[in-house]
């Protein structure tokens, strides 16, 4: 069964690929917004986000 992303050949998901999910929060004619950034990598079952907050503070970032 193909899903919607596929059949609209925008491509497709393979096991243990590894992809950024943004979203833009902001209002669409504002000049201020925050763009939020997850990593996510591909299983077999779904994905399995990889990134979060406290790998960033431990790596420095405040």
């Known amino acids: 069964m193909e899903?919607?992303?596929?059949?609209?050949?925008y491509g497709y998901f393979e096991e243990n690929m590894i992809i950024c999910v943004e979203s833009y929060i902001g209002e669409m004619s504002g000049k201020e917004g925050v763009k939020l950034e997850e990593q996510v990598?591909?299983?077999?079952d779904g994905c399995e986000r990889i990134s979060s907050l406290e790998s960033l503070i431990i790596q420095g970032y405040k």
């Open 3 to 9: 899903t919607s992303f596929q059949q609209q050949n």
């Open 41 to 44: 990598v591909i299983t077999k």
